[in-house]
């Protein structure tokens, strides 16, 4: 599950086939968490218009899908264009890899309402929202809204709640990668997040090196993820 790409950034062509790729190299495994970005500074640098960015990303979706579950593909469509296009491998997901939608804002769940598997919000407290200029989302009352907004839109589009991920991160106990990582504590915060409705938690890895990444999802599976299962047994 890639955290998240930025589909206006890049040619869903492109997108299409490197997903496919990993979903065939990990049988199946493969989740495509998608966003639309909102650093205006990322779009200039890219040469990519800010402006267009909404539309982008709805039309990138469509191609992915017809890349995915078409041989022979034409899409003629307001920015990309292409014909008799055909891609291998196909995805051994079936239909296709799920497609998650990231973003604070009401257009991302409604984007999910309409085409996504999950939603993939991210902690941004208001003083950093206002930064980025996203909007604000925390663990508690934010969340508990945003999800009620989705469920809400899922019912009116007629689908079920219960069949769309959510995902988010869990802060409490701190950084699995330190000494002083609580996991009684981490595991209270996953509870408490699978009760607002939260299906998948990110976990932040250190990248200083494969080692130490390797040495976490190790302490990680150990300390919070065994314990977990146990409980559940």
Same mark, same amino acid.
């Given at each position: 599950i890639p955290n998240i790409v930025v589909l206006p950034y890049r040619n869903p062509f492109v997108v299409a086939k490197a997903s496919a790729t990993l979903d065939v190299l990990s049988g199946g495994r493969f989740t495509l968490a998608t966003g639309v970005g909102y650093l205006e500074a990322e779009y200039e640098a890219l +040469?990519?218009?800010h402006a267009e960015r909404a539309a982008l990303f709805d039309e990138a979706l469509d191609v992915l899908v017809a890349v995915w579950t078409t041989d022979d593909v034409s899409f003629a469509g307001r920015h990309f264009q292409a014909s008799g296009i055909t891609a291998h491998p196909r995805p051994v997901a079936t239909?296709?890899?799920p497609i998650w939608v +990231? #973003?604070?804002s009401a257009a991302a769940?409604?984007?999910?309402?309409?085409r #996504?598997? #999950?939603?993939?919000?991210?902690?941004a407290p208001r003083g950093m929202a206002r930064f980025v200029g996203t909007a604000p989302l925390d663990g508690g009352d934010l969340l508990v809204a +945003?999800?009620?907004d989705l469920h809400r839109r899922l019912e009116e589009a007629g689908r079920d709640p219960a069949s769309v991920d959510i995902?988010?991160?869990c802060s409490a106990g701190g950084n699995p990668a330190r000494d002083t990582f609580d996991?009684?504590?981490?595991?209270e915060g996953l509870d408490a997040l699978a009760a607002l409705g939260v299906t998948w938690v990110q976990v932040g890895l250190p990248g200083d090196s494969p080692e130490r990444a390797l040495e976490t999802v190790a302490r990680y599976g150990e300390l919070v993820i065994a314990p977990h299962r146990a409980a559940q047994a």
């Open positions: +040469g990519v218009d239909p296709h890899p +990231g #973003g604070n769940r409604r984007r999910v309402a309409l #996504g598997h #999950g939603w993939a919000p991210f902690p +945003g999800i009620a995902s988010f991160s996991a009684d504590a981490h595991l």
